[in-house]
């Protein structure tokens, strides 16, 4: 499911069309920010239902609900980077929550660095004044 001009590109092409997609899904879901603890790096934003909650909460791992496979994702089943729930967090409206985490594997992120190592979150490029992205050092 990876897509190199869209994760490594430079150019700006930010998916406008993914909250009505998600709305049209079979699925209630709200939005879930992955937040490491330690240093209040934004590290995923992703989306729970019910289900996905209640498992995050009984595996004390963030676990989301996928909307593109349309089924329950661990964080780090597959990868092992693992991120550890230490709490969790309801804003005013209920409507998102926070997952304070601590990571428990290389990163976060499901692409990797020039080092060839996941990167620590999904937040690696800036949006210049021109439109253009740039890396984070």
């Excluded at 998600?22 to 879930?32: F, R």
């Excluded at 590290?43 to 498992?55: F, S, W």
């Excluded at 780090?76 to 991120?83: E, Q, R």
Aim: with cysteine; glycine share 10%; proline share 3%.
């Amino acid at each position: 499911m990876s897509n190199p001009a869209l994760e490594e590109g430079q150019a700006l092409t930010l998916d406008f069309g993914k909250l009505r997609k998600i709305a049209s899904g079979k699925e209630d879901v709200i939005p879930a920010v992955a937040q490491d603890a330690a240093t209040g790096e934004v590290l995923i934003v992703g989306y729970v239902n019910q289900l996905a909650l209640q498992t995050a909460l009984k595996e004390k791992k963030a676990t989301f609900w996928s909307t593109s496979r349309n089924e329950l994702w661990v964080k780090g089943l597959t990868s092992g980077d693992f991120l550890e729930l230490l709490e969790v967090r309801v804003n005013c409206e209920q409507n998102s929550i926070l997952y304070r985490v601590k990571p428990a594997g290389q990163g976060a992120c499901h692409t990797k660095g020039p080092n060839g190592r996941a990167r620590s979150g999904c937040y690696y490029r800036r949006l210049k004044s021109d439109g253009a992205l740039e890396f984070v050092a």
